[in-house]
C-alpha cells in the first residue's frame, strides 16, 4: 500500500495540481471580496458565501484525493453506468427539482442544493471517451466491418489510428447521440447556457478523426447566423444569392453570365445601402432575377445528371433555407429576454437599465480597476453591490476591479496553462481512452473560460455559466474537481486501460 502510495506522489502531474489549487485560493479571495459584509467578517462564517465556499474547497480537496487513491477501471468499466445515472438525476430535478428563476436545475438536501447538470459533463465525458475509444481498439483487425484499410492513418510516431471519419453513418450516430441526450435534457430545465457547453465536444471529434471540414462549415454557418441576426434576413440572403450564383456561373465557365451578375449585384446593393432602396418591391424584384438565373441554369445544364457541377448551387439552397431557420427560431422559440440579450450584444438594442445592466457595469468596475486594481476590498463597484451575481457567473469583474489587469492576466494565463497543459498530457498518453478524455477535459474548460470572460466584457452573450473554480457554488466546484483529478488519475497511471 505504501509503495502504490509513493508511485501516486511520483506519478502526478504537480503542474496541473498546482493550477488547481492557484485557481481555488484565487476564487475563494475573490468570492471574500464580493460578499463581505464587516459584520460578518469571519472566514469561517457559514452564513456568508464566502464561509461555504470555504467548505466547498476543503469538500473538492477530498474529492480530489479519493479519486487519486481509487483504482482507475472503477471508473473506465463503469463509464456508461456513470453516464446513466448521472441522466437519472437529471431526470428526477425535472419531476421534483426546486425551481429558481424559471429554470427548474437543483435538488434540495436539506440547507444544502444538488446540480446534477455539473456532474453530467465528466459522466458524458467518460462515456464518449469509452465509446470511441472502442473503436480505435479494433483498429488492428483489418477485416473490420469499417473496412479498416481505408481508415487507418499515421500521425508522426508512426502509430497506427483510427479515423472517426470512416466509420459507417450508424455508428458515427452513437458518439452524437451520447452529447446530444444530455444536451437536450438540460434545455428542457431551461438552462441554454449549461446546454451550449457540450457543443466544445466537437473538438474531440475533431481531434478522433473527423474532417476539419466539419469544422469549416461549423464556421460558415456560425457567421451566416450572426449575420442573419446583426443585419435584416434580405440582405443576407441577397449576398448568398449573389456569392453563390456568380462563383456557380465561373465555375462552369460563364464569363458573360457572371460580369452581368457582378454588375447586377452591384446596382442592388449601391441601392440598398446608399439609397435606401430596401423596400419589399426592391427585394422581391431582386429574387425574381436570382430565381430566374436559378432556374434557366437548372433547365440548360443537367442538374441533376452530375451533383459535383452543381454543388454551390444546393448549398446556396441550403443556406437560405438555413437564414430563414435562424430567423424563425429567434423569433419564435426564444424568450423574450435571451432575445434581448443578443439584441444588446450585436449593439441593435440599447438596455443598460435592463438586460444590458450587467455586462455594462461589468465592464465598468473592469475598468474602474486600471493596471494593478484598487486593492482588496477596495472595489467601489464591488462594495456597493452593483453587479448580480458578482460571486458567480460575474466573478471575474470582481478580479478586474480589485486586482486590475495584472490580476485579470494572471487567471488568463492560468487558464491557459491549464488547458494547454491537459493536451499536451493528453497527446503522451498510451491508452485512446485516456487521451480522448482528456481532449473532452481540454474542451469543456475552454468553452466555459471563453465564454464566461466574453460574456462579463461584452463580447458574448449573457447566457449563466461559471468560471471553473473561481465562481461560487459547491456542485459546479464538485464536477470541475472530478473532472480535471479523473484525467489526472489516469495520466498518472499512463497505461493502456481497458
Known sequence: ??????????????????????????????????????????????????????????????????????????????????????????????????????????IEIGAFRLQPSEFTKFATSL????????????KTNESSIFDLGRQVSRIVTGKAIFRLSYIDTNTQVMPMAIILLPMALILFQNDTGSALVYLAFIFVWYRSGFSGSILLVGFYFMVLAVLTLMVEPDPVISAICSIGLVLYSLFMKQTAAAVLLIGGILLYFILYFIFDWNDAITNYLFFALMGTFFIINFATEGVWKKFEKNFVLFSLLISILFVG????????????????????????????????????VAKIAIGSGG????????????????????????????????WGFIGSAVVIVLFLGLILRIIMRAERQRSDFTRIYGYC???????????????????????GIPLPFLSYGGSSMFGFTILLFLFIKFDSERLEIL
Open 1 to 106: 500500500m505504501a509503495a502504490k502510495r509513493n508511485n501516486i506522489i511520483t506519478n502526478i502531474d504537480w503542474v496541473l495540481v498546482g493550477i488547481f489549487l492557484a485557481l481555488l485560493l484565487i476564487g475563494w479571495v475573490n468570492i471574500y471580496g464580493a460578499v463581505y459584509e464587516e459584520e460578518h467578517s469571519s472566514i469561517f462564517d457559514m452564513s456568508m458565501r464566502y464561509g461555504k465556499q470555504l467548505m466547498w474547497i476543503g469538500c473538492a480537496l477530498f474529492i480530489a484525493f479519493l479519486i487519486l487513491n481509487l483504482e482507475s477501471k472503477i471508473f473506465t468499466v463503469s463509464a456508461y453506468f456513470i453516464y446513466g445515472v448521472s441522466l437519472c438525476m437529471v431526470l428526477v430535478v425535472m419531476l421534483i427539482g426546486k425551481e429558481v428563476n424559471g429554470a427548474r436545475l437543483w
Open 127 to 138: 462515456a464518449l471517451a469509452k465509446y470511441l475509444s472502442s473503436l480505435q481498439s479494433v
Open 325 to 360: 431557420s435562424v430567423q424563425f427560431l429567434f423569433e419564435n422559440v426564444l424568450q423574450a429576454h435571451q432575445k434581448d440579450r443578443i439584441m444588446v450584444l450585436f449593439g441593435k438594442k440599447e438596455d443598460i437599465h435592463g438586460v444590458g445592466y450587467q455586462a455594462h
Open 371 to 402: 493596471f494593478s486594481g484598487n486593492g482588496l476590498l477596495e472595489g467601489i463597484i464591488t462594495k456597493g453591490n452593483f453587479v448580480p451575481e458578482q460571486g458567480t457567473d460575474y466573478i471575474f469583474c470582481t478580479v478586474g476591479e480589485e
Open 441 to 463: 477535459v481540454a474542451s469543456i474548460f475552454f468553452i466555459h473560460f471563453m465564454i464566461n470572460i466574453g460574456m462579463v466584457i461584452g463580447l458574448a452573450p449573457v447566457i
